[in-house]
Structures are given as structure tokens and as C-alpha cells.
């Protein structure tokens, strides 16, 4: 359920792929660099972690968050603080269901954030169909003309 009001995106995707596999792409910063438009997303992955977002090459940091959560293969969750210091939080559930993963994408505390909703849920539905791209074909997408400017 999506709900502007409560300040809550959810976006599932179905993966052909293994619960290994999607963790790594998850977790690997060369991955995340390729699906996330250059986006580098670097941890230990550890429960109180710090986790840095930043653009690939650059040595300015986009973002910073925190682990909240960590299960292997089945759920990882953190908090991120933006450049206002505003925290809203990301969970990444899986759900194998035979030669399919489920991937889903919870992103709580937008209404915190005001007009980020709507940027979001455009960034993030391409995010995650760019994922599931990477995994099937080992190719990602073109970025779309559409996109908000901030996710190009």
C-alpha cells in the first residue's frame, strides 16, 4: 500500500533470481553503482552501522543512514538522514518463492519530508524495475527523460 498521507511507499517486484543473488546485488556497492544511477551505497552491514550514499566518483557524500536490521538474504532496513537532516526509513524484504524472489521496498517517514513523496515513488519504481533488469539480463535500463532530476 502506498499512502501519501501517512508518508508510507511500498513497490514490490518479482525477481527470476536467487535470495543470494539479489542480497549481493543489494549489498555490493559495484552493483548498487550500476541500478542506482551511480549511486554507491557502502557499509560493514552491521546492526548500528553507518551507511554512506554518495555519487560514484565524487568524493562528497549524498546521504548518510544507519542499519537498523539485518537478516541474510531476507530483510535489511536502515535509517536515512538527507541533507536537511531528516530521517525517514528504508526496508528491503525477500520472499523466495521457488526460482522467484519478492522484492520489496518500504520507504516509512516521507511525510517527515514533505514534497520528497512524489520523488520518491518515481525514483524508486525505477530503481527497483532496474534492479530486476540488472539481475535478469545483466544489463540495466536507459535512463528515462521522465524521471525527476534529482535520480538522474
Not at 102 to 111: I, P
Not at 113 to 119: A, E, H, V, Y
Request: charged residues 20%; aromatic residues 10%; negative net charge.
Amino acid at each position: 500500500m502506498t499512502d501519501p498521507s501517512t508518508g508510507t511507499f511500498v513497490y514490490v517486484t518479482h525477481i527470476a533470481a536467487s535470495p543470494a543473488e539479489v542480497w549481493e546485488v543489494l549489498l555490493n556497492p559495484e552493483f548498487t553503482r550500476r541500478f542506482w544511477q551511480g549511486r554507491v551505497m557502502e557499509s560493514d552491514w552491521r546492526v548500528g552501522s553507518k551507511i554512506t550514499f554518495r555519487l560514484d566518483h565524487a568524493d562528497d557524500i549524498e546521504s548518510t543512514g544507519t542499519v537498523l536490521a539485518i537478516e541474510a538474504q531476507r530483510k535489511l532496513s536502515f535509517v536515512t538522514t538527507d541533507h536537511d537532516g531528516r530521517d525517514s526509513v528504508v526496508t528491503f524484504d525477500l520472499v523466495a518463492t521457488g526460482d522467484v524472489v519478492a522484492l520489496t521496498v518500504t520507504h516509512t517517514g516521507l511525510d517527515q519530508i514533505g514534497s520528497m513523496f512524489r520523488l520518491v515513488s518515481h525514483g524508486w519504481s525505477f530503481v527497483m524495475c532496474n534492479l530486476k533488469t540488472l539481475l535478469e539480463t545483466g544489463r540495466i535500463l536507459p535512463l528515462p527523460e521522465s524521471l525527476p532530476f534529482a535520480y538522474r
